[in-house]
């Protein structure tokens, strides 16, 4: 079954709890939390005060995505700060291993993130320890970008990968999830969806979430 995770880097930072209360009271199922720094990405988003005032009102889980260089110099603190996912991208982390370990040791599920241009055979070595893979499709930065077709491939190959090895990490896709790209993201493979414009853009937070939520599910009973 598809689930969906709202990102906030969409959300109205002026009245953030309010928004934050119409995911709680939708049918989302956890709450996506875009960091950034500048380096890593081109843009800086959300630092821990505000991961910190989330957490305090959130009733989902916080699934923390780190666009920051060094993201291994901060696992303790997003731990601290309520993060209960938490995934780092490969391009950022020469030693993913070892990061990986450190954010299962402190009690988080752990994922691996890969950029549209980064090859999901890359994964080989890391695969069966991670608890997710999250592939971008769209270069990270920005929310409201134009989904980039090429990443149902990779989904599709990484859906394969999992179904020949036994193993059991999710397929989460980030960027361009909406109405019309959600039936054939989900036919590829992936269950976990974020959607920031599709759910904060226009409209109704909890209408647009179970729209959104609807399309994905009525795609899995097409599914090939
Ligand atoms: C992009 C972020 C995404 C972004 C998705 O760098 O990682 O999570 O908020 O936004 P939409 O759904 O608008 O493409
Ligand atoms: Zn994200």
Not at 58 to 85: C, Q, S, T, W
Not at 99 to 116: D, H, Q, R, W
Not at 121 to 147: H, R, T
Request: proline share 4%.
């Amino acid at each position: 079954m598809p689930l969906i995770a709202p990102s906030i880097l969409s959300a109205d930072f002026g009245n953030l709890a309010d928004d934050i209360d119409m995911i709680n009271r939708s049918e989302a199922d956890w709450i996506h939390c875009d960091i950034m720094d500048g380096r890593f990405v081109p843009n800086i988003s959300f630092g821990f005060p505000v991961l910190y005032a989330v957490k305090k009102i959130a009733k989902k889980p916080l699934d923390v995505h780190l666009m920051i260089v060094e993201p291994e110099k901060y696992v303790d603190e997003f731990a601290r700060a309520g993060a209960n996912i938490l995934s780092v991208h490969l391009e950022a982390s020469p030693h993913l291993h070892r990061t990986i370990y450190a954010i299962k040791e402190k009690g988080m599920s752990a994922g691996v993130v890969l950029n549209p241009h980064t090859s999901v055979s890359l994964l080989e070595n890391i695969i069966a320890d991670v608890d997710l893979v999250l592939l971008m499709s769209v270069n990270p930065g920005y929310g409201g970008q134009k989904f980039i077709p090429g990443s149902l491939q990779k989904v599709k190959t990484l859906a394969e990968v999992r179904e020949s090895l036994g193993l059991s990490f999710r397929i989460e896709i980030d960027g361009g999830v909406a109405l019309d790209t959600v039936g054939d993201i989900v036919r590829a493979g992936a269950e976990l969806l974020v959607a920031g414009n599709a759910v904060f853009g226009k409209g109704d937070v909890r209408e647009n979430a179970k729209k959104l939520l609807g399309a994905a599910r009525s795609a899995t009973l097409t599914r090939v």
